[in-house]
């Protein structure tokens, strides 16, 4: 079974709201997935033809507001980050969080396991001038450093014209007003991209950021205009993926997007969307209690067995 997985920062699922986007901005993308409801806490636990949605808790069992190192460090590791250093760490990792991640990495975990992995998000030119030095300095996301220590290509701008690759605003709207010369995709077509390109590997990886800058802002507007963007390219995704060879998994770190009326992270549990075989998603339920069992939620799924015979040691990690 190959698996592709989206990682949106900073989405949680928050109540029925007037401040939650996911309710006052028509998302019919995401409705159809879950049966008519919206991408919130309503919606958990909700088990269709076409998608599940579970819930996750992305406090680790420490105290305070989650940050988005150690979320995101849990995630590609696999292991709890946060209770790792005894507290949410925000912006990019630390030294300790480095080593933790150099060590336990998704893709090099995956890698040993003998399947081809990529991370199909695209770098500006400058950023391999860092590369080539070997990365200095701290500030650098969990994405980036799974995919070094992983020892995995990165792509550039050309790889995004030859159709390997995507930015990590979808549309390429953000390098268009840097002036480079790259084409304007709408979501769908961003979609229909990153299908084609995770068609190549057994798991593929996209990261995408801008619901977090949104959250902080708390611009009602802008965060809408995400939720947009996120309907369309999800629904997309999932309508193009063959069930009974590929699963969609959609997840995140912490909640921020779905409360307009602050700035900062939330408590809320965050989203874990499932589209794909209904064979392999019933049941994950049990499973998925928080941001750690992402890891072996993978890994069961990769071991799958496309034929429909589903592989017992996989389903029962």
């Known amino acids: 079974m190959r698996l592709l997985f989206i990682f949106i920062d900073g989405v949680g699922l928050g109540g029925q709201q007037a401040n939650n986007p996911f309710v006052y901005t028509e998302s019919p993308g995401l409705s159809k997935l ?22 996750l808790d992305a406090t680790l069992g420490v105290g305070g507001l989650p940050q ?32 933790v991640i150099a060590e336990k990495s998704l893709f090099k975990q995956l890698r040993r396991m003998g399947y081809r992995v990529a991370f199909a998000n695209a770098y500006r030119p400058p950023f391999f001038d860092l590369l080539r030095r070997g990365l200095p300095g701290n500030r650098y996301s969990c994405s980036t450093l799974i995919t070094y220590y992983g020892g995995l290509p990165f792509y550039s701008l ?24 790259v084409p304007l995709l709408t979501p769908e077509q961003g979609a ?7 068609r190549n590997f057994d798991f593929c990886l996209f990261e ?7 959250g902080h802002l708390a611009d009602p507007k802008e965060a809408g205009h995400i939720v947009e963007i996120l309907d369309q390219f999800i629904a997309t ?35 874990l969307l499932l589209v794909g ?23 069961a799924i990769l071991a799958a067995d496309v034929s429909g015979s589903r592989s017992t040691e996989g389903m029962n990690l």
């Open 192 to 198: 229909r991209q990153l299908i084609n390109i995770s």
């Open 208 to 214: 995408y950021f801008l619901s977090d800058l949104a």
């Open 68 to 99: 988005s190192a150690t979320g995101q460090a849990t995630i590609f590791t696999g292991i709890n980050a946060a209770a790792h250093i005894g507290r949410h760490l925000r912006g990019f990792p630390n030294r300790e969080l480095r080593t």
């Open 34 to 55: 879950l049966d008519g409801k919206a991408l919130t806490k309503r919606a958990v636990n909700h088990e269709g033809v076409a998608a599940s949605l579970l819930s």
């Open 277 to 299: 075989d209904l064979c392999l998603r019933r049941g994950q339920n049990e499973k998925a209690g928080d941001l750690t069992d992402i890891l072996p939620l993978i890994k």
């Open 158 to 181: 050309e790889d995004i014209q030859a159709g390997r690759a995507l930015y990590m605003d979808i549309t390429n709207e953000v390098l268009q007003r840097m002036n480079f010369e």
């Open 237 to 271: 995704l999932a309508a193009q993926i063959d069930p009974q060879e590929e699963m969609l998994v959609v997840t995140s770190d912490h909640g921020n997007l779905e409360d307009v009326n602050r700035p900062d992270h939330t408590m809320n549990r965050v989203p």
